[in-house]
């Protein structure tokens, strides 16, 4: 990646840094270096420090926020009056928040966003998770997530956008400029961090908190474009990983800190470990007490500490005794006022309430949820046209685990959802239906009833999959299945002769090996946030066509894992090793990444490169007309997938280089046109320099990464 210079900076807050930095004792600066959070200590003495200027930020976990729109229960603004009133210099607290997404309003998880590809709704729902959160008096959030997941059994691979580094980085880009704008500072936009710092989603075994193997080389194609993605849309801040990758903690890599992110990157926001990692230096091996974990920190290029205390503790004395550098400690703490003021915090200190009962949950922030879970939804299987369903249909029933469920469609992070705004599927399947249709439900918990009930049917609607808190921060997983007895439930289901439209819920691609070979119909729906059930509902009843696509590999069996599509190319394959040759084929996913059905089918042809030679700097375009021969309108993700053909180093077998969402009506063609330039073809050549290579390229244009007219171009 190439050097960039640090962007220029607002020169007017340089001035008032330095001001406000000139006034500061020792301990006032590394209280603005202390984020507290209610587990550190009582509200009392967490209010003292406020007024001693000992916090520089408060992580709003567990305190009450969760009515963010109501006054009498929400703390901020007597915290953040005690900050700027009765401190000595006055300066307000950041509030920071994991609004992941979204805050009172849920939009589907990172995962099922993701399954969107649709840069437009990543950037509208963080926009509205943005406006909502700042209305609260919270002006930081510690989302985009961007960690590359190809592995399933880890439980965060649901705030992730999933496993390729090309659509988390389109994802993330669009998920920055949505939370702060073009440029931070409008009331409505808040700071965001993108985390975590990086090779976290590398968990060895999928274990969450356990340490990453990644080569330098890997690191640099595969794990930082998304974070490279976010800095270059103008992120604030950046949250370090929990892992160490090759030994070095992330949270005192000076690689990772300074050379890759400050020098190569040009980063000037503040960076903040992930929770407790200070003192976690200790748990890892790396330093023998507080202090040094401290010292370690701060010298690497850490500026904001996480709930560790370690900071707030041992700076002072560290720097008074000359073992750390009073520069370090004002770099830091320049840093965190950088963005105190870019965001507007001096300015707008407080929540408005006002404002906040008025777009909190608003009409038009559901109608955006509602469409970012219609996009989430994919179509695994429909055999002979089961779906849609005719809202004519005379007796249909919703059941299964899942059918009636609200809280459960919020997700793993849900700091304000409540479970009275979420509209179930049952509620969903009613709203669409017709007057004379009847609709069975209940019977959730007790089989037999749902037996019973399912076999007087013409159809059933089976719903099913993860509890949210099957996935999320530590919940790993060592079997892929469905939960315990759902299979069985399907299986039965299935037995009884009518027709079953299987909707799975989940936080990560489960094993559907099963179910796809006798299941007619099969929506796979992640956790779709407050509007999901309606989202369903619309769905299979055709009132909206599907169009999402997978944003990880689904593998046949747990065993398969680690699977992704843009693997390295390997002998295994081999025709003239039969045995192997029939072994692999077998192992092949059971649906691959960028899969997903509509109800109409999509024709590509015509494909074109022009030119057929890439030279210099100038790019190619790449043209192929998509036609909806089908007999409904839709919309189809088009993805680009492209493979270098002889390099210096094993290249993968082909990546994603672009895709693009196109709406066609029913009979209407659209050509749809990629460009690409030398610099998408770069990765970490032979000798660790970054850059392309010439030769010949393969390229497709395909519906999903298995299938695609092909065309091929070289490179001078
Ligand atoms: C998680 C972060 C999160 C932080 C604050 C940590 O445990 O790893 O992703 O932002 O807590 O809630």
């Given at each position: 990646m190439k050097k960039r210079m640090p962007a220029a900076s607002d020169s007017a807050i340089e001035q008032k840094i330095n001001e406000l930095l000139g006034k500061m004792t020792p301990e006032e600066k590394a209280g603005q270096l202390h984020q507290t959070h209610k587990s550190c200590c009582s509200y009392e003495d967490m209010m003292a420090m406020v007024r001693k200027g000992?916090?520089?930020?408060?992580?709003?976990?567990?305190?009450?926020?969760?009515?963010?729109?109501?006054e009498r229960e929400n703390a901020v603004n007597e915290i953040q009056r005690i900050a700027v009133e009765e401190s000595r210099l006055g300066t307000p607290i950041l509030f920071g928040l994991d609004v992941i997404h979204g805050l009172r309003t849920v939009f589907p998880i990172p995962l099922g966003l993701a399954a969107g590809w649709s840069r437009d709704a990543a950037l509208a729902t963080a926009s509205i998770a943005a406006a909502e959160t700042a209305s609260a008096?919270?002006?930081?959030?510690?989302?985009?997530?961007v960690d590359i997941s190809r592995d399933p059994r880890w439980g965060r691979i649901a705030e992730s956008f999933g496993e390729d580094p090309y659509l988390c980085s389109e994802l993330a880009f669009a998920a920055v400029r949505g939370y702060q704008g073009e440029k931070l500072g409008a009331p409505d936009k808040i700071a965001a961090c993108v985390k975590h710092f990086a090779g976290y989603g590398a968990a060895v075994g999928g274990r969450d908190h356990t340490n990453s193997n990644i080569s330098e080389r890997a690191l640099r194609d595969i794990y930082l474009p998304s974070f490279r993605a976010a800095v270059k849309a103008g992120v604030a801040t950046v949250m370090t990983a929990f892992n160490d990758i090759d030994g070095i903690p992330c949270t005192v890599s000076k690689y990772l800190l300074k050379d890759v992110l400050r020098e190569e990157w040009g980063f000037d926001g503040f960076v903040v470990t992930d929770f407790q990692c200070i003192d976690y230096l200790r748990l890892q091996g790396i330093a023998a007490d507080k202090a040094e974990a401290a010292e370690m920190a701060i010298k690497s290029g850490i500026d904001m500490d996480m709930v560790s205390g370690c900071f707030n503790d041992h700076l002072v004395q560290l720097v008074g005794k000359g073992a750390v550098p009073v520069e370090e400690l004002d770099r830091a703490v320049r840093n965190v006022l950088r963005i105190k003021f870019r965001v507007g915090l001096f300015e707008r200190p407080y929540a408005d309430f006002n404002l906040a009962g008025k777009i909190i949950l608003c009409e038009n922030h559901k109608k955006v949820a509602l469409e970012a879970a219609e996009k989430s939804l994919v179509l695994l299987r429909n055999e002979n046209h089961l779906l849609p369903l005719s809202p004519d249909i005379k007796r249909i029933a919703v059941m299964g685990p899942l059918s009636e469920s609200r809280s459960e469609l919020l997700g793993c992070w849900n700091p304000a959802g409540r479970s009275e705004d979420v509209i179930t599927v049952a509620e969903g399947v009613k709203s669409v239906v017709s007057p004379g249709t009847t609709v069975f439900t209940g019977g959730g918990g007790f089989e037999d009833t749902l037996l019973t009930t399912s076999s007087k049917a013409d159809a059933v609607i089976l719903v099913v999959g993860e509890?949210?808190?099957?996935?999320?921060?530590?919940?790993?997983?060592?079997?892929?299945?469905?939960?315990?007895g759902q299979e069985e439930l399907i299986r039965r289901v299935h037995n009884c002769g009518i027709p079953v439209i299987l909707v799975v819920m989940a936080g990560r691609q489960l094993d559907l090996s099963w179910a796809a070979e006798h299941i007619p119909a099969i929506v796979y729906a992640w956790h779709p946030g407050t509007m999901g059930g309606q989202a369903i509902a619309n769905v299979l009843f055709g009132k909206v066509n599907p169009s999402g696509k997978t944003p990880v590999t689904f593998p046949r069996t747990t065993g398969q894992i680690p699977l992704y599509y843009n693997c390295k190319r390997n002998i295994?394959?081999?025709?003239?090793?039969m045995q192997n040759y029939l072994e692999i084929a077998r192992q092949g996913p059971l649906f691959p990444f960028g899969f997903g059905l509509s109800y109409t089918r999509f024709d590509y042809s015509n494909l074109s490169i022009s030119p057929d030679t890439m030279t210099g700097n100038s790019g190619i375009v790449i043209a192929a007309d998509i036609t909806n021969a089908g007999e409904a309108d839709g919309e189809e993700v088009v993805q680009l997938y492209v493979k270098d053909c002889i390099a210096s180093v094993n290249r993968p077998v082909k990546e994603l280089k672009g895709f693009d969402r196109v709406y066609l009506r029913r009979g209407e063609t659209k050509t749809v046109k990629f460009k690409l330039n030398e610099v998408d073809l770069a990765f970490t050549r032979s000798d660790m320099s970054w850059g392309s290579e010439p030769g010949e390229f393969i390229i497709w244009v395909g519906p999903d990464s298995e299938r695609g007219l092909q065309g091929s171009f070289v490179l001078k």
């Amino acid at each position: 990646m190439k050097k960039r210079m640090p962007a220029a900076s607002d020169s007017a807050i340089e001035q008032k840094i330095n001001e406000l930095l000139g006034k500061m004792t020792p301990e006032e600066k590394a209280g603005q270096l202390h984020q507290t959070h209610k587990s550190c200590c009582s509200y009392e003495d967490m209010m003292a420090m406020v007024r001693k200027g000992r916090v520089g930020s408060i992580l709003l976990w567990g305190m009450p926020t969760g009515r963010a729109d109501d006054e009498r229960e929400n703390a901020v603004n007597e915290i953040q009056r005690i900050a700027v009133e009765e401190s000595r210099l006055g300066t307000p607290i950041l509030f920071g928040l994991d609004v992941i997404h979204g805050l009172r309003t849920v939009f589907p998880i990172p995962l099922g966003l993701a399954a969107g590809w649709s840069r437009d709704a990543a950037l509208a729902t963080a926009s509205i998770a943005a406006a909502e959160t700042a209305s609260a008096g919270i002006r930081w959030t510690f989302t985009p997530m961007v960690d590359i997941s190809r592995d399933p059994r880890w439980g965060r691979i649901a705030e992730s956008f999933g496993e390729d580094p090309y659509l988390c980085s389109e994802l993330a880009f669009a998920a920055v400029r949505g939370y702060q704008g073009e440029k931070l500072g409008a009331p409505d936009k808040i700071a965001a961090c993108v985390k975590h710092f990086a090779g976290y989603g590398a968990a060895v075994g999928g274990r969450d908190h356990t340490n990453s193997n990644i080569s330098e080389r890997a690191l640099r194609d595969i794990y930082l474009p998304s974070f490279r993605a976010a800095v270059k849309a103008g992120v604030a801040t950046v949250m370090t990983a929990f892992n160490d990758i090759d030994g070095i903690p992330c949270t005192v890599s000076k690689y990772l800190l300074k050379d890759v992110l400050r020098e190569e990157w040009g980063f000037d926001g503040f960076v903040v470990t992930d929770f407790q990692c200070i003192d976690y230096l200790r748990l890892q091996g790396i330093a023998a007490d507080k202090a040094e974990a401290a010292e370690m920190a701060i010298k690497s290029g850490i500026d904001m500490d996480m709930v560790s205390g370690c900071f707030n503790d041992h700076l002072v004395q560290l720097v008074g005794k000359g073992a750390v550098p009073v520069e370090e400690l004002d770099r830091a703490v320049r840093n965190v006022l950088r963005i105190k003021f870019r965001v507007g915090l001096f300015e707008r200190p407080y929540a408005d309430f006002n404002l906040a009962g008025k777009i909190i949950l608003c009409e038009n922030h559901k109608k955006v949820a509602l469409e970012a879970a219609e996009k989430s939804l994919v179509l695994l299987r429909n055999e002979n046209h089961l779906l849609p369903l005719s809202p004519d249909i005379k007796r249909i029933a919703v059941m299964g685990p899942l059918s009636e469920s609200r809280s459960e469609l919020l997700g793993c992070w849900n700091p304000a959802g409540r479970s009275e705004d979420v509209i179930t599927v049952a509620e969903g399947v009613k709203s669409v239906v017709s007057p004379g249709t009847t609709v069975f439900t209940g019977g959730g918990g007790f089989e037999d009833t749902l037996l019973t009930t399912s076999s007087k049917a013409d159809a059933v609607i089976l719903v099913v999959g993860e509890h949210p808190l099957r996935s999320g921060e530590g919940r790993d997983i060592t079997s892929l299945t469905l939960p315990a007895g759902q299979e069985e439930l399907i299986r039965r289901v299935h037995n009884c002769g009518i027709p079953v439209i299987l909707v799975v819920m989940a936080g990560r691609q489960l094993d559907l090996s099963w179910a796809a070979e006798h299941i007619p119909a099969i929506v796979y729906a992640w956790h779709p946030g407050t509007m999901g059930g309606q989202a369903i509902a619309n769905v299979l009843f055709g009132k909206v066509n599907p169009s999402g696509k997978t944003p990880v590999t689904f593998p046949r069996t747990t065993g398969q894992i680690p699977l992704y599509y843009n693997c390295k190319r390997n002998i295994f394959g081999n025709p003239s090793n039969m045995q192997n040759y029939l072994e692999i084929a077998r192992q092949g996913p059971l649906f691959p990444f960028g899969f997903g059905l509509s109800y109409t089918r999509f024709d590509y042809s015509n494909l074109s490169i022009s030119p057929d030679t890439m030279t210099g700097n100038s790019g190619i375009v790449i043209a192929a007309d998509i036609t909806n021969a089908g007999e409904a309108d839709g919309e189809e993700v088009v993805q680009l997938y492209v493979k270098d053909c002889i390099a210096s180093v094993n290249r993968p077998v082909k990546e994603l280089k672009g895709f693009d969402r196109v709406y066609l009506r029913r009979g209407e063609t659209k050509t749809v046109k990629f460009k690409l330039n030398e610099v998408d073809l770069a990765f970490t050549r032979s000798d660790m320099s970054w850059g392309s290579e010439p030769g010949e390229f393969i390229i497709w244009v395909g519906p999903d990464s298995e299938r695609g007219l092909q065309g091929s171009f070289v490179l001078k």
